[in-house]
Nanobody, 123 residues
Framework: QVQLVESGGGLVQAGGSLRLSCAAS????????MGWFRQAAGKEREFLAT????????YYADSVKGRFTISRDNAKNTVYLQMNSLKPEDTAVYSC????????????????WGQGTQVTVSS
């Protein structure tokens, strides 16, 4: 079992940056692939980025490639999403998730989810 808690969301102006954190409980965090997703109002959940258990492999959605960076610190049981050059269309609830396979871009494959954190980008 893994419990996930996101933080770091908020209101930011277009062009600004935010770093989201996802803290995990449980001794097996380092064995999980971690992913970030977002869901805007009235839209389907969207895959953003994933990182393997070691942090050595990452994969990004085209929509965020070059602007967002996923990373993890297994000693702190935390995965991060650094978001730069934010746009109003990045406004959404951002959630982290844990899975046992790699690579995993489909939300339905992830076993554990956090509650999400709101990111609002003003123009």
């Amino acid at each position: 079992q893994v419990q996930l808690v996101e933080s770091g969301g908020g209101l930011v102006q277009a062009g600004g940056s935010l770093r989201l954190s996802c803290a995990a409980s449980g001794r097996t965090f380092s064995s999980y692939t971690m992913g970030w997703f977002r869901q805007a109002a009235g839209k389907e959940r969207e895959f953003l980025a994933t990182i393997d258990w070691s942090g050595g492999r990452t994969y990004y959605a085209d929509s965020v490639k070059g602007r967002f960076t996923i990373s993890r610190d297994n000693a702190k049981n935390t995965v991060y999403l650094q978001m730069n050059s934010l746009k109003p269309e990045d406004t959404a609830v951002y959630s982290c998730a844990a899975d046992t396979s790699w690579p995993t871009t489909l939300a339905s494959y992830y076993d554990y989810w956090g509650q999400g954190t709101q990111v609002t980008v003003s123009s």
